[in-house]
């Protein structure tokens, strides 16, 4: 081999060709050669039945003059093909049809070249040639395919000794590659065997030979029978109804659940194994997306200096998220917790290279840091999600969840008149409806600033009042998996203690959305669904992780924590509802208060919390009526 051809085939693989298996692609040239040989004779051998010495003798002698044109013929349209630089482990429906076609333009040639050499065979001999040679050449490659599978399963079969056993729900195009993924790759350490489909017509039937075993009734049984470990949810296109009720099923057989996060992966040609998710308590939820006008909120966005306060927290980095796509001219990141700023800073700047991203650090309790703020910046819109939003804790500093809170509020929205904001939006919670902790009087204290400061100023300012949120930072969903992880057991308050619940994102997109209906003055309220008992919860997730509720892991229940109360509400009695144009999104009537009262009073709480009074809760009931705390309740 010359030096030149010898460089060609051992590349490096940053050179321009690849190394090419040399020793590979000259036996598979041998294998083709013995195959044609075999092949050309073939037909002349069934055209008289099988029988040599009836073949006439000028056929034998056209068969015999013909051979090395036949051979070079056939040679060179695999070649042409690429057939033998594919990689046949990986040989799929595209190799297939390139055998078809190129055998196929061999026969063509090998008959024109016949006939140009008046070397004249049956007419039957180029059709069956075709056959035979096609038929020959996919046993050569996808027997190839096959025997390296073998191999390697087998060498998996002892290398990995937690092979888990898989179950796919939906024998559609998404099952399809998840299936093609686990018979192909010998790095995944699972055995499809069996499939769940809710179409009558294809149980029975096998997918890439795995049987169709029955619908969704049938899934238990399916785990028992085929001593599954694993299910994995591949119907991408469901609705969230029917996703869930799949799911309710699924989960109470205590496998390890997985799903794919939805169509557009599909779509992408993006499924596999490694995009597959845990399935979680959202897909449990049985919710429907929310829906959000992306115009309004683009219009309202775009181009706008836009501050986030508290940006680095669960909802304030998603809203940081969501306002980045929409295009602003400027975003700004405003938090006291550094750790959490540079983790959403890198994250947009990766995300977002061309993102005007300013992250600054500071507390909103400290008026000059403020004031500097709005004064260098001059934002159009703030979001004010900066607050103290842990229950117990604030039960036991509730100074500090005034001067986070309350001043914070009120010190952010001052400079926002002060500096000329167009918008103020402030991030409420159903806590600060009849609330019995510090931390939703809290809140219902910053609801009257900021319709206060709605009344004399040019800022339209409104508050967004909504539940929990599901895996934000203190929920109880991080705390129970974290106790699950360790083996329990699982903390619950009260069997009876009731919540609303809503995932982050679009909690968020809701709060830009009613930011966009704003007028000024207004307490936005957000639809949280059907309230889900905690209890629930937490033998949801138990079931999730793959455990039995009271056996694997135990729920505990520990009474109520100070301040907690047994359901929340969304809406005090006084407020009543008003509906805009998102069903999801309503208005309620701000309750009117005496002013002047409120300022003096806020001016003496203001006091009491920098004098670190040793209990402020009577000059919080003072300003919020409907407060109630327990020892209150004790000495009542």
Same mark, same amino acid.
């Given at each position: 081999?010359?030096?030149?051809?010898?460089?060609?085939?051992?590349?490096?693989?940053?050179?321009?060709?690849?190394?090419?298996?040399?020793?590979?692609?000259?036996?598979?040239?041998?294998?083709?050669?013995?195959?044609?040989?075999?092949?050309?004779?073939?037909?002349?051998?069934?055209?008289?039945?099988?029988?040599?010495?009836?073949?006439?003798?000028?056929?034998?002698?056209?068969?015999?003059?013909?051979?090395?044109?036949?051979?070079?013929?056939?040679?060179?349209?695999?070649?042409?093909?690429?057939?033998?630089?594919?990689?046949?482990?990986?040989?799929?429906?595209?190799?297939?049809?390139?055998?078809?076609?190129?055998?196929?333009?061999?026969?063509?040639?090998?008959?024109?070249?016949?006939?140009?050499?008046?070397?004249?065979?049956?007419?039957?001999?180029?059709?069956?040639?075709?056959?035979?040679?096609?038929?020959?050449?996919?046993?050569?490659?996808?027997?190839?395919?096959?025997?390296?599978?073998?191999?390697?399963?087998?060498?998996?079969?002892?290398?990995?000794?937690?092979?888990?056993?898989?179950?796919?729900?939906?024998?559609?195009?998404? *099952?399809?590659? /998840?299936?093609? =993924?686990?018979?192909?790759?010998?790095?995944?350490?699972?055995? #499809?065997?069996? @499939? &769940?489909? !809710?179409?009558?017509?294809?149980?029975?039937?096998?997918?890439?030979?795995?049987?169709?075993?029955?619908?969704?009734?049938?899934?238990?049984?399916?785990?028992?029978?085929?001593?599954?470990?694993?299910?994995?949810?591949?119907?991408?296109?469901?609705?969230?109804?029917?996703?869930?009720?799949?799911?309710?099923?699924?989960?109470?057989?205590?496998?390890?659940?997985?799903?794919?996060?939805?169509?557009?992966?599909?779509?992408?040609?993006?499924?596999?194994?490694?995009?597959?998710?845990?399935?979680?308590?959202?897909?449990?939820?049985?919710?429907?997306?929310?829906?959000?006008?992306?115009?309004?909120?683009?219009?309202?966005?775009?181009?706008?200096?836009?501050?986030?306060?508290?940006? *680095?927290?669960? /909802?304030?980095? =998603?809203?940081?998220?969501?306002?980045?796509?929409?295009?602003? #001219?400027?975003? @700004? &990141?405003? !938090?006291?917790?550094?750790?959490?700023?540079?983790?959403?800073?890198?994250?947009?700047?990766?995300?977002?290279?061309?993102?005007?991203?300013?992250?600054?650090?500071?507390?909103?309790?400290?008026?000059?840091?403020?004031?500097?703020?709005?004064?260098?910046?001059?934002?159009?819109?703030?979001?004010?999600?900066?607050?103290?939003?842990?229950?117990?804790?604030?039960?036991?500093?509730?100074?500090?969840?005034?001067?986070?809170?309350?001043?914070?509020?009120?010190?952010?929205?001052?400079?926002?008149?002060?500096?000329?904001?167009?918008?103020?939006?402030?991030?409420?919670?159903?806590?600060?409806?009849?609330?019995?902790?510090?931390?939703?009087?809290?809140?219902?204290?910053?609801?009257?600033?900021?319709?206060?400061?709605?009344?004399?100023?040019?800022?339209?300012?409104?508050?967004?009042?909504?539940?929990?949120?599901?895996?934000?930072?203190?929920?109880?969903?991080?705390?129970?998996?974290?106790?699950?992880?360790?083996?329990?057991?699982?903390?619950?308050?009260?069997?009876?203690?009731?919540?609303?619940?809503?995932?982050?994102?679009?909690?968020?997109?809701?709060?830009?959305?009613?930011?966009?209906?704003?007028?000024?003055?207004?307490?936005?309220?957000?639809?949280?669904?059907?309230?889900?008992?905690?209890?629930?919860?937490?033998?949801?997730?138990?079931?999730?992780?793959?455990?039995?509720?009271?056996?694997?892991?135990?729920?505990?229940?520990?009474?109520?924590?100070?301040?907690?109360?047994?359901?929340?509400?969304?809406?005090?009695?006084?407020?009543?509802?008003?509906?805009?144009?998102?069903?999801?999104?309503?208005?309620?009537?701000?309750?009117?208060?005496?002013?002047?009262?409120?300022?003096?009073?806020?001016?003496?709480?203001?006091?009491?919390?920098?004098?670190?009074?040793?209990?402020?809760?009577?000059?919080?009931?003072?300003?919020?009526?409907?407060?109630?705390?327990?020892?209150?309740?004790?000495?009542?």
């Amino acid at each position: 081999m010359s030096r030149t051809v010898k460089e060609f085939f051992t590349k490096t693989p940053n050179s321009k060709f690849m190394k090419i298996p040399v020793v590979r692609i000259i036996a598979l040239i041998l294998i083709d050669t013995i195959t044609c040989l075999v092949c050309s004779f073939l037909p002349l051998y069934l055209r008289y039945d099988f029988r040599f010495s009836d073949i006439e003798p000028r056929f034998l002698q056209v068969y015999t003059a013909s051979l090395i044109p036949f051979l070079l013929i056939t040679l060179a349209c695999l070649a042409v093909g690429g057939l033998y630089n594919s990689v046949w482990r990986y040989a799929s429906a595209n190799e297939l049809v390139k055998i078809i076609v190129f055998t196929s333009l061999a026969a063509v040639l090998i008959f024109i070249e016949t006939r140009l050499t008046h070397h004249y065979l049956p007419r039957s001999y180029y059709p069956l040639y075709w056959v035979f040679m096609s038929i020959a050449t996919c046993v050569v490659r996808f027997g190839y395919r096959i025997l390296r599978l073998i191999n390697e399963k087998r060498k998996d079969l002892f290398s990995h000794s937690d092979i888990s056993n898989v179950m796919v729900i939906g024998a559609g195009a998404a *099952g399809n590659m /998840i299936l093609r =993924e686990i018979e192909s790759s010998r790095y995944l350490a699972l055995t #499809a065997k069996c @499939i &769940i489909d !809710d179409n009558p017509g294809c149980h029975g039937k096998k997918m890439r030979g795995v049987p169709i075993v029955g619908d969704r009734d049938d899934l238990p049984e399916a785990v028992k029978k085929y001593k599954i470990d694993e299910i994995i949810f591949a119907i991408p296109s469901a609705s969230v109804q029917t996703r869930k009720e799949i799911l309710e099923i699924a989960k109470e057989t205590g496998c390890k659940l997985r799903t794919l996060p939805g169509m557009y992966q599909l779509i992408k040609g993006d499924v596999s194994v490694a995009k597959l998710k845990d399935v979680d308590i959202e897909d449990l939820l049985g919710r429907e997306p929310v829906q959000i006008n992306n115009e309004d909120v683009l219009q309202m966005v775009q181009g706008k200096t836009v501050l986030v306060t508290g940006g *680095g927290g669960s /909802i304030g980095s =998603e809203l940081c998220r969501q306002i980045a796509a929409h295009e602003p #001219a400027q975003l @700004i &990141i405003f !938090d006291i917790y550094e750790n959490n700023a540079y983790d959403i800073q890198q994250e947009l700047i990766r995300k977002y290279p061309h993102l005007n991203l300013v992250v600054l650090i500071g507390s909103v309790r400290n008026t000059a840091r403020v004031n500097a703020l709005f004064e260098t910046y001059h934002p159009d819109i703030v979001y004010h999600a900066a607050a103290h939003k842990h229950v117990p804790l604030m039960e036991f500093s509730p100074n500090e969840a005034v001067k986070n809170n309350v001043l914070g509020t009120l010190k952010c929205a001052q400079a926002a008149d002060k500096y000329g904001t167009d918008r103020f939006v402030l991030i409420s919670t159903d806590k600060a409806v009849n609330p019995t902790n510090v931390m939703g009087a809290s809140k219902r204290i910053c609801e009257m600033i900021i319709q206060m400061m709605n009344v004399h100023s040019k800022t339209n300012y409104v508050a967004v009042r909504f539940g929990n949120v599901l895996g934000s930072n203190g929920s109880v969903i991080p705390l129970f998996k974290q106790q699950i992880a360790e083996g329990g057991p699982v903390t619950v308050t009260d069997p009876e203690v009731i919540r609303y619940f809503m995932s982050i994102p679009e909690a968020v997109s809701l709060v830009l959305q009613a930011g966009a209906y704003a007028k000024g003055g207004e307490i936005f309220v957000l639809d949280m669904g059907k309230p889900m008992k905690i209890v629930d919860l937490a033998e949801n997730l138990i079931k999730l992780s793959g455990y039995k509720v009271g056996e694997d892991i135990k729920i505990e229940f520990i009474g109520m924590r100070p301040g907690e109360k047994m359901y929340e509400e969304l809406l005090l009695d006084a407020e009543g509802l008003k509906q805009t144009e998102n069903e999801l999104i309503y208005i309620g009537e701000p309750i009117p208060f005496d002013e002047e009262q409120f300022r003096s009073q806020l001016a003496k709480l203001e006091a009491a919390a920098e004098e670190e009074k040793e209990d402020i809760r009577p000059l919080i009931r003072d300003i919020v009526p409907t407060y109630h705390w327990e020892k209150e309740e004790e000495k009542a």
